[in-house]
């Protein structure tokens, strides 16, 4: 794949990115994608979730700062999105620190509007169902294969799982990729 054309296509469309995301890296995030050639939204109200879905290109959820309110927020818009095939990422930040967080990633996961989940080793495992501590947000050591905790989970949900540390996996389309740092991508199998 050539990363050139696929930066000039989103340089030359301009997409719109929603982000519910947290308050810690909504900063972070608008300028990311605005250094990318997007445009960045915001919106966590219920009352516009839908709409400001509707006119985008993608969806990214983050449940890094959780209310009740923004997981029915998160829902309206991921099936609004599902409902226009757009691409949904959810950033499962810090599953497995609470029983909250783990029901809310559950019930947006189980939805079916979810394309990608992604998530540190400890909050990924957790949410496989593994025997995983977690710290907050910092992923804790797991004993686990990574890359198979990513290909089942992503079998399981027919979704992509992205596991990000040291050695990122990648899993989806039963194809299993590795990406060590500095990156240099690895295919493990089909």
């Known amino acids: 794949m050539q990363v050139y054309p696929l930066l000039n296509e989103i340089r030359t469309r301009q997409p ?4 519910m995301t947290n308050w810690v890296s909504i900063f972070n995030c608008a300028q990311a994608v605005k250094s990318l050639g997007a445009s960045p939204v915001m919106a966590h109200a219920p009352q516009e979730a839908a709409e400001m879905t509707s006119i985008s290109s993608a969806l990214v959820l983050n449940i890094g700062t959780l209310t009740e309110d923004l997981i029915d927020s998160m829902m309206i818009s991921a099936k609004t999105a599902a409902g226009k095939k757009l ?4 950033d499962i930040c810090g599953a497995g620190a609470s029983a909250m967080r783990n029901s809310s990633c559950m019930r947006l996961i189980s939805s079916g509007y979810i ?3 992604k ?3 400890s909050e ?5 169902g593994l025997n995983a ?6 992923s804790t050591e797991v004993s686990y294969d990574l890359s198979e905790v990513a290909y089942r989970l992503s079998k399981k949900f027919s979704c992509t799982t992205v596991i ?18 500095p990156p240099v991508f ?3 199998r089909r």
């Open 115 to 117: 394309s990608i989940i």
């Open 164 to 181: 990000t540390g040291s050695r990122d996996f990648i899993a989806g389309d039963d194809r299993i990729f590795a990406v060590h740092s």
């Open 87 to 90: 691409p949904v990422v959810l």
């Open 186 to 188: 690895s295919y493990l």
């Open 119 to 121: 998530g540190n080793a």
């Open 16 to 19: 719109l990115v929603h982000h």
């Open 133 to 138: 501590a977690t710290r907050g947000v910092d």
């Open 124 to 128: 990924v495992s957790c949410i496989a």
